[in-house]
């Protein structure tokens, strides 16, 4: 263990590094900050690195790891990728700093584009003025990508706009619609499945997938969602 960072394994050939039991700021910045040195100083067998909400998840290829130098083969693979880690813990590397990019993201709000404003207006005896303002308002982090290509998790929504899950989910949510599922906002880069509660839709294009990275968020990004028009939105649409 390094300060209050412990190490998991997840299979014979993954391992969680976890930085803490609970979604912060904090945490966010510390997952973020060992990416960057874990892609600047990858061990020989790396495969990849999937950072979450309190941890990264670290694939490696067993049999690299094992003839690679820096293996004790007293000891196990696990063991020697740990020690490695340990060490990479302990430096302090001021390249790998970077400033969070402002991401302005424009939505149009309710209406066959956001089904859901409504409900999550009643739900919080709101106006679905108030929450497109409070939702507008919000700094958002994208802490992590997951479920779908490009599709970010922020946190950083207004608490009092909170809203659980839909009880069904939907079986196809349009590309670019914009939700809220709990403390999380979010937006769909295609069509899926999905539960959230759906208030906006952006034409914003959110994967890239003749682009590299295809994604056009990343973790760390700091979101501005910005209310615009049906007619704004559908200017923008054709313009892609």
Same mark, same amino acid.
């Given at each position: 263990m390094v300060g209050n960072i412990t190490f998991k394994p997840l299979s014979d050939s993954a391992l969680f590094v976890v930085f803490g039991d609970s979604i912060s700021t &904090?945490?966010? /910045?510390? #997952? %973020?900050?060992?990416?960057?040195? !874990? %892609?600047?100083?990858?061990? &020989?067998?790396?495969? /990849? #690195?999937?950072?979450?909400?309190t941890n990264i998840c670290i694939?490696?290829? #067993?049999?690299?790891?094992?003839?690679? @130098?820096?293996?004790? @083969?007293?000891?196990? =693979?696990?063991? @020697?990728i740990v020690d490695y880690l340990q060490k990479l813990l302990q430096q302090k590397d001021k390249e790998t700093v970077s400033e969070s990019r402002i991401v302005e993201i424009p939505v149009v709000y309710g209406g066959e584009y956001g089904p859901d404003l409504e409900f999550v207006a009643n739900y919080h005896? !709101?106006?679905?003025?108030?929450? =497109?303002?409070?939702h507008t308002e919000s700094d958002c982090l994208v802490y992590l990508l997951g479920f779908a290509p490009g599709f970010a998790f922020m946190g950083g929504l207004d /608490?009092? =706009?909170a809203t659980p899950r839909k009880e069904t989910p939907r079986l196809a949510i349009p590309a670019g619609s914009v939700g809220i599922a709990g403390k999380q906002t979010g937006a769909y880069p295609f069509q899926t499945p999905g539960g959230w509660q759906i208030i906006g839709r952006t034409p914003q294009p959110l994967f890239l997938?003749?682009?590299?990275?295809?994604?056009? !968020?990343?973790?760390?990004?700091? =979101?501005?969602?910005k209310a615009i028009s049906e007619q704004e939105f559908l200017q923008w649409e054709t313009k892609q």
């Open positions: &904090e945490t966010h /910045e510390k #997952i %973020q900050h060992f990416f960057r040195v !874990l %892609q600047n100083a990858p061990f &020989e067998g790396m495969v /990849e #690195i999937v950072p979450g909400y694939h490696y290829d #067993i049999a690299r790891v094992a003839k690679s @130098s820096f293996h004790n @083969s007293s000891r196990s =693979i696990y063991a @020697s005896n !709101l106006t679905k003025e108030e929450i =497109i303002k409070r /608490e009092s =706009i997938p003749n682009e590299y990275p295809p994604t056009y !968020l990343k973790a760390g990004d700091r =979101i501005r969602f």
